[in-house]
């Protein structure tokens, strides 16, 4: 049988269908129900162990400067790295761009952008810092996705979906732009192809 069939639908209810289809398409993955069973069973605050990840950069790479200006609008948000366990003050991101790129493997348009994002940092890392942000994941299933894709740029992680609370966007994934005083200057929501990621380095490089 036809899913709806013998259900006769109004104007208004095709209507709504095609209004939550749109949102959804603009969402990328979903952040509010569990789109695959990581989401749900992803290890929470100290149950977190760091991760092998080769060729990933420590944390220690990033700057932090912790001079950000007042406007900045960062949260007052510490992260563990993924591969260290160090814990990152986002509100030291500061003296140069930072790129920030809210993920998960559960993610469909996330894994797809990965490879992108990589390929940007070869490029463009010497003028702007990137740093994902593993959302609501499992640590172990992003170490290994990362090993496979070959991204070697600093991970941080965020069980309980924090920072992604904080932009107010009901799924993954999320991009967020920050100047060299750690400013929010542009964010992109959804996958991001190889002109958009050109334009953000752009507007602070």
Known sequence: MTPGAGFPRSSATVTAIIVTAALAALAGCGGGQSPAPTFAEAPRGPEFSPVQARGVQPCSSLPLGGQQAEEALLPDLRLSCLTSGRQIDLRDLSGRPVLVNLWATWCGPCREEMPRLQAAYERFGDRVAFVGV????????????????????????????????????????VTLLLDADGVIVNRHIGELNESDIEELIDEVA
Do not use: I, K, M
């Open 134 to 173: 593993d959302t609501q994941d499992h640590p172990e299933a992003a170490g290994e996705f990362l090993e496979e894709v070959g991204v070697t740029y600093p991970q941080l992680t965020d069980p309980d979906a924090e920072l992604l609370g904080f932009t107010r966007v009901p799924g993954l994934p």
